[in-house]
């Protein structure tokens, strides 16, 4: 037997990985929320992030990274300063993976990388917040050593949905 190696990297995201970022975002968020989030909701959030509002990203986002797997765009995360609990904590806004390569540690490889970004910034503690029906983000969080540290709600289209902050202090 021939053991291969794959190529795994964490970078900064670029104006050319536009067309994977829409990728990803469409399958994982289409996964993570279909039931759960109002599916006309859903769609008119899955049409409104073309390449056009990725390339913006990039251009605007401090820590848009992505997770490259043999050269392709395979997930992304964001991260910066925490947008409410605790303004010197950082927070993770979104960490996604195309649902194919979910559940074999490549998260990890993100979740780690957005930590990284995080302490470079001095910034203290970490918060993420998930929607309580998500059960696999909200083990996801648990795993990494995530507690509950507060809660809220969020309104979509007319639907409300109670998400949970994680919380590392």
Known sequence: ????RVAVAVRKATSADADGLVSVFRSAWQLAYSGLIPSLHLARLLARRDCAWWRNAVRTERHLLVLEVAGTVVGYATCGKSRGLNPKSGEIYELYLEPVYQG??????LFEAC???LDRDRLNGLIVWALADNTEARDFYWRRGGRPYARSTERFSGKVLEKIAYDWP
């Open 115 to 117: 930590r990284d970004r």
């Open 1 to 4: 037997m021939i053991e291969g």
């Open 104 to 109: 074999i540690g490549l998260g990890e490889h």
